[in-house]
C-alpha cells in the first residue's frame, strides 16, 4: 500500500467518523426538539370564562368585551380568556353551576352573588364619557319623549304607562324605584301599566316610538347609542335629579352608585384572581380593549355599601326578608332574655297587685276617718271604736309599707347581684381571660353580656321609678360644673352615634356651676341622648345648654324619624312605646322618659317638654334650677 492510499484511508476515516458523529448529533436534537414539539403541541391553554350580563343583547355583549378577553389572555400566559354572555336569567345558574371563573355584572347582581355564593370583587370599571372625563360611578336615567310636556317630574308619572329594563337591573330599573319611592311616587300603584323592556335598547326604543309614556336605563346608555347613530337625543327628555351635584356628565336622574364590579368566583383560585386584578388595574385607557368596551380600564375594588342599603330599602334579593321578624326567630335567639323579662314581669306584676291593694286599704281608711267623723257628734263611744280601729288600721299599714321597702331592696339586690356576676364573668371570657374563644361561642358570649346589660338598665329604670312612688329615693346634692356631667353624657352616647353614621354636636351659651344631683341629671341626660341616636337614621344629634336666670335649660335635637301629634299625650307615660318603622331595631321598655319626667319634676324642681315633626325630628328639653337645695329650702320642701 503506498504511502498516497493510506493517508487517503486516514482521511475518509476521519471523515466516516466525523459523519457518524454529526448523525447522532441531528438524531438527538431531533428527538429532543421533536420531543419538545410533541409536548407543545399537547399542552393546551387553560380555559378561563368570563361571564358577562348582555344588558343590550348577546352581540354587543361580545363586540364590547371580546377584546378584554384577548387582552387578559395576552398578559397572563397560559390562559385562554372568552367572553360567555348571560341573560338576566342565566347569571344565578352559571355561577351555581362553575360554568365561569369570573363574573361581570351590574353591583345588584353582584350584592346578591357574594351573599348567595360567595363571590368577591377584584376591581370597579371606570366608565369613560365622551368628552374623556372618567367616573367610578353610575346612575339611573328616568326619561320620556321630548313632546310630553305634561312630564316635568317624576310626580307626573303617575297614572302613565312605564317600561323598566328587567326587575334585577340596578342601573336599567333598582335605581329608577328607589328615587321614585322617595319621590311619593309607587310604581305598582301609580303606574298604569309597568313592563319591562329585556334591554336597554329594547326600552329607549319603546319610549321613542311611543309603546310607553317614559322608561328607565343606566346612565351612558342614551350617549352611547347616539353615537352609534341609533336615536336622536333630540327626542327625549331626561327628568332631572333634583339633587344633583354635578358629580358625573352623563344624563342622569337619581343618586349615584359605584360602577359594575369585576369578581372572582368561590371555586377560582386565588393566585388567577390576582394577576387579573392587576392586569385590569393596568390596562391602558387608549387600549383597544378599553376603547372598545367604551371606558378608561379598571381601579381597585369600591365600596358598594350604598348599593346594599339600595336593595335593602326595596326589599330585593338577597334583602327581600329585611326587617322581617318572626316570633320562632325571636323565641330561637332571645329565649334566656325573654324568660328574664317573664320572671321579671311576674315580679312587677306582683309588686302591683300589693301596691293596688295598699291603695285600696288607703282609701278605705280615708273613707273611714271621713265616717268616723260624721259619727263624732251622734255617739261618743261609737267615736272611739272607730277610733281604735283607725289605729289598727294604720299600724297595718306602715306595716305594709315596711314590707314594700324590704321588697325594693331584696328585689334590688337579688337580682343585680346574679346580673352583674353574669355582666362581669361574659365580658372576662370575651377578653379571652379564660382562652380564646371561636367565633360561634364569641357570637353567643356577646348576646348573653348585652342582654345581660340590657336587663340589668331595664331592672335599675323599674327600681328607680318603686323608690320615687314610694318616697325612698335617695337624693344628693352637691356642687359640681355643668360641663363635666354633660360632656360625661356624650362621651358615653358617641360609640352608639358613631356605630350609625350620626354626628354629636354640642352648642352651649356658657358653663354655669350647678347645686343639684349630679348622678339623676346624667341619667336624665343619657335617657334623651340615647332616644335620639335610637330614632335617628341619619343626619345628627345635637345637645344645647341655656341659661334663663336661675335655670338651666338642656335641649336635645334629632333629625330622626318624629313623633305623630296624636301620639305626643303618650311619650312620658310608663311602659307606652310608640309604633315607629325603627321600633324593632331600637328595642326599650317605654321606661326611660317616664322615668326621666319623675326624676326632673320631684328630684330636681324642674320640668320637662318636647316638640316634634314627623319624619323630620324632635326636640326634648329639661330645665331645672341651678341651686336645686336653696329652690327646696325656699318652698319647704323636706328633702
Avoid at 288 to 312: D, F, S
Avoid at 553 to 567: L, M
Avoid at 611 to 625: K, V
Wanted: charged residues 25%; glycine residues 6%.
Amino acid at each position: 500500500m503506498t504511502p498516497v492510499t493510506q493517508s487517503l484511508k486516514r482521511s475518509l476515516g476521519v471523515k466516516k467518523c466525523g459523519l457518524i458523529l454529526a448523525a447522532s448529533w441531528i438524531i438527538c436534537a431531533l428527538f429532543v426538539f421533536g420531543g419538545a414539539a410533541v409536548f407543545a403541541a399537547e399542552k393546551v391553554d387553560e380555559q378561563v370564562r368570563i361571564g358577562v350580563l348582555a344588558n343590550r343583547g348577546s352581540v354587543h355583549c361580545l363586540k364590547k368585551w371580546g377584546p378584554t378577553a384577548e387582552y387578559l389572555t395576552k398578559q397572563i400566559p397560559g390562559h385562554s380568556f372568552s367572553i360567555i354572555p348571560l341573560g338576566f336569567d342565566g347569571i344565578y345558574k352559571a355561577v351555581d353551576d362553575g360554568e365561569v371563573e369570573f363574573i361581570l355584572a351590574n353591583p345588584s347582581f353582584y350584592v346578591d352573588l357574594e351573599v348567595r355564593f360567595g363571590v368577591r370583587r377584584i376591581a370597579t370599571l371606570k366608565n369613560l364619557h365622551v368628552d374623556g372625563t372618567v367616573y367610578k360611578v353610575y346612575a339611573g336615567v328616568i326619561f320620556c319623549k321630548a313632546d310630553r310636556e305634561e312630564i316635568r317630574s317624576v310626580q307626573d308619572l303617575k297614572g302613565k304607562s312605564f317600561m323598566a329594563v328587567d326587575e334585577r337591573s340596578l342601573g336599567g330599573w333598582h335605581m329608577a324605584w328607589r328615587e321614585l319611592k322617595q319621590r311619593g311616587v309607587d310604581p305598582q300603584r301609580d303606574f298604569a301599566e309597568l313592563c319591562l323592556g329585556g334591554s336597554h335598547d329594547a326600552v329607549v326604543y319603546a319610549v321613542r316610538d311611543g309603546y310607553v309614556d317614559a322608561g328607565s336605563v343606566r346612565s351612558d346608555t342614551l350617549e352611547r347609542m347616539v353615537l352609534e347613530g341609533n336615536i336622536r337625543l333630540a327626542d327625549f327628555k331626561v327628568l332631572p335629579h333634583e339633587n344633583c351635584n354635578g358629580e358625573i356628565r352623563f344624563l342622569h336622574s337619581t343618586s349615584h352608585y359605584p360602577e359594575w364590579p369585576f369578581a372572582k368566583a368561590s371555586h377560582t383560585s386565588d393566585e388567577l384572581a390576582e394577576e387579573v386584578a392587576v392586569a385590569l388595574v393596568q390596562m391602558p385607557t387608549r387600549s383597544l380593549a378599553a376603547q372598545t368596551a367604551k371606558c378608561a380600564g379598571w381601579t381597585i375594588p369600591q365600596n358598594y355599601r350604598p348599593v346594599h342599603e339600595c336593595l335593602m330599602e326595596l326589599h330585593l334579593s338577597p334583602y327581600e326578608n329585611y326587617g322581617k321578624v318572626t316570633f320562632a326567630d325571636v323565641l330561637r335567639q332571645y329565649w334566656s332574655w325573654m324568660l328574664s323579662i317573664v320572671v321579671l314581669a311576674t315580679l312587677i306584676f306582683l309588686f302591683v297587685i300589693r301596691a293596688s291593694r295598699l291603695e285600696e286599704r288607703l282609701k278605705q281608711s280615708a273613707q273611714d276617718e271621713a265616717a268616723l267623723q260624721q259619727a263624732h257628734d251622734e255617739l261618743e263611744e261609737k267615736v272611739a271604736e272607730r277610733t281604735v280601729d283607725l289605729e289598727v288600721a294604720n299600724n297595718r299599714l306602715q306595716d305594709m309599707d315596711k314590707l314594700k321597702s324590704m321588697f325594693i331592696a331584696s328585689m334590688s339586690h337579688e337580682l343585680r347581684t346574679p346580673l352583674n356576676s353574669i355582666i362581669g364573668f361574659s365580658g372576662l371570657l370575651l377578653q379571652g381571660v379564660a382562652g380564646e374563644l371561636n367565633d360561634k361561642q364569641k357570637d353567643s358570649m356577646e348576646r348573653i353580656y348585652r342582654s345581660g346589660n340590657h336587663l340589668l338598665g331595664l331592672i335599675s329604670d323599674v327600681i328607680d321609678i318603686s323608690k320615687i312612688e314610694a318616697g325612698r329615693v335617695d337624693v344628693f346634692y352637691e356642687p359640681f360644673p355643668l360641663k363635666e356631667v354633660v360632656e360625661e353624657a356624650i362621651e358615653t352616647i358617641r360609640p352608639q352615634a358613631d356605630a350609625k353614621g350620626l354626628v354629636l354636636e354640642l352648642n352651649e351659651d356658657t358653663w354655669p356651676r350647678m347645686n343639684s344631683d349630679r348622678k339623676r341629671l346624667l341619667q336624665c341626660l343619657l335617657n334623651y341622648l340615647s332616644n335620639a341616636v335610637k330614632f335617628s337614621e341619619t343626619g345628627k344629634v345635637s345637645l344645647t345648654v341655656t341659661i334663663i336666670e336661675d335655670m338651666v335649660e338642656i335641649q336635645v335635637s334629632d333629625t330622626g324619624i318624629g313623633i305623630a301629634p296624636e301620639d305626643m299625650p303618650k311619650l312620658f307615660e310608663a311602659f307606652e312605646r310608640l309604633d315607629t318603622h325603627l321600633r324593632v331595631k331600637a328595642g326599650g321598655t317605654g321606661l326611660g322618659l317616664y322615668l326621666t319626667k319623675k326624676i326632673t319634676e320631684e328630684l330636681l324642681q324642674g320640668s320637662v317638654s318636647v316638640e316634634s315633626r314627623l319624619d323630620e325630628g324632635s326636640t326634648f328639653a329639661l330645665r331645672i334650677p341651678l341651686d336645686v337645695a336653696k329652690v327646696i329650702e325656699e318652698d319647704g320642701h323636706d328633702c
